[in-house]
């Protein structure tokens, strides 16, 4: 029973790491060079607009799910005697907490809300610096989460390779 839990909590791992990290990564590489590209009277708004509607359902279970799913495989793994895996599965988590999760809280979102808060100013000078501002650090950070949620999503692949092996 446990081997069968193991094997779908590893199956959840790599499915909720891929989504974030393809979340992240899509950002990164597609959303904010698109915001870049126009005035940022409206890029200012859009990214507002954009940040309050991925707080939902679906999205808290890709930004949470890692850090549950891979910490339950990196256990349940250890208790079935399988310690290389579960060892990298525990490991995935804390690359994800320590990568991610933990910039997300600290970094990203405070940003996002200082940008809500700002509005969008009058003065298109002014607003262009806000912008610029707020989307190279805030493209930065998300990368590093991007990054980060890719080693996560290579470990528990990793997990799940060695518990497959060691059978």
Same mark, same amino acid.
């Given at each position: 029973m446990n081997a069968t839990v193991a094997a779908w909590s590893a199956a959840a791992t790599v499915v909720v790491t891929g989504a974030i990290t393809g979340v992240y990564y899509a950002f990164s590489v597609a959303v904010m060079p698109g915001l870049n590209a126009v005035a940022p009277g409206t890029a200012i708004p859009a990214m507002t607009s954009i940040n309050q509607r991925i707080q939902n359902p679906l999205f808290f $279970? =890709? !930004? !949470?799910?890692? @850090? $549950? %799913? %891979? =910490?339950? =495989?990196? $256990? @349940?793994? @250890?208790?079935?005697?399988?310690?290389? &895996?579960? $060892?990298?599965? @525990?490991? &995935? =988590?804390a690359v994800y907490l320590v990568g991610a999760f933990i910039p997300t809280v600290v970094v990203n979102v405070p940003m996002n809300e200082n940008l809500d808060a700002a509005g969008v100013p009058t003065d298109p000078a002014e607003a262009a610096r806000v912008w610029a501002s707020y989307s190279s650090a805030w493209t930065s950070w998300n990368s590093v989460r991007a990054g980060a949620s890719l080693i996560s999503l290579l470990l528990a692949g990793l997990g799940i390779y060695l518990s497959g092996t060691s059978r």
């Amino acid at each position: 029973m446990n081997a069968t839990v193991a094997a779908w909590s590893a199956a959840a791992t790599v499915v909720v790491t891929g989504a974030i990290t393809g979340v992240y990564y899509a950002f990164s590489v597609a959303v904010m060079p698109g915001l870049n590209a126009v005035a940022p009277g409206t890029a200012i708004p859009a990214m507002t607009s954009i940040n309050q509607r991925i707080q939902n359902p679906l999205f808290f $279970v =890709t !930004f !949470f799910g890692p @850090l $549950v %799913a %891979a =910490t339950v =495989t990196g $256990v @349940l793994l @250890l208790i079935l005697g399988q310690r290389s &895996a579960g $060892v990298l599965f @525990l490991m &995935a =988590t804390a690359v994800y907490l320590v990568g991610a999760f933990i910039p997300t809280v600290v970094v990203n979102v405070p940003m996002n809300e200082n940008l809500d808060a700002a509005g969008v100013p009058t003065d298109p000078a002014e607003a262009a610096r806000v912008w610029a501002s707020y989307s190279s650090a805030w493209t930065s950070w998300n990368s590093v989460r991007a990054g980060a949620s890719l080693i996560s999503l290579l470990l528990a692949g990793l997990g799940i390779y060695l518990s497959g092996t060691s059978r």
